[in-house]
């Protein structure tokens, strides 16, 4: 199994990004998928969950502003993220489940089973 992310960059505060994660190997149209962050020098934070069939969920610092969705018939976990922050910069990371997790559980990185490598986004103040 492989997760290929892709789509960050360097945009100023205000902006919008969209970030793409490929899954290859295995399908995961039933399980959940996520999306973490790590800026430098601080603990992997969780960023938003997509749990099955539209169910999502968001950490309190994202709603409102970043959307996450998932195409199932291309294997693709998608995060659209709109009025960016200096605060949102971070290497973002996709993760998969062999499950389906509930929304507790969705929030939690021990929860995953398949990660990718992250992929960098800069916001400019």
């Known amino acids: 199994v492989q997760l290929q992310a892709s789509g960050g960059g360097l945009v100023q505060a205000g902006g919008s990004l969209g970030l793409s994660c490929v899954a290859s190997?295995?399908?995961?149209?039933?399980?959940?998928m996520a999306w973490f962050r790590q800026a430098p020098g601080k603990e992997r934070e969780f960023v938003a969950a997509y749990r099955w069939r539209g169910n999502t969920v968001y950490a309190d610092s994202v709603k409102g502003r970043f959307t996450i969705s998932r195409d199932d018939a291309k294997n693709t976990l998608y995060l659209r993220m709109n009025r960016l922050e200096p605060g949102d910069t971070a290497a973002y990371y996709c993760?998969?489940?062999?499950?389906?997790?509930?929304?507790?559980?969705?929030?939690?990185?021990?929860?995953?089973?398949?990660w990718g490598q992250g992929t960098l986004v800069t916001v400019s103040s």
């Open positions: 190997g295995h399908s995961f149209s039933s399980k959940s």
């Open positions: 993760a998969a489940s062999r499950l389906t997790l509930i929304v507790s559980e969705a929030r939690r990185a021990n929860n995953y089973d398949y």
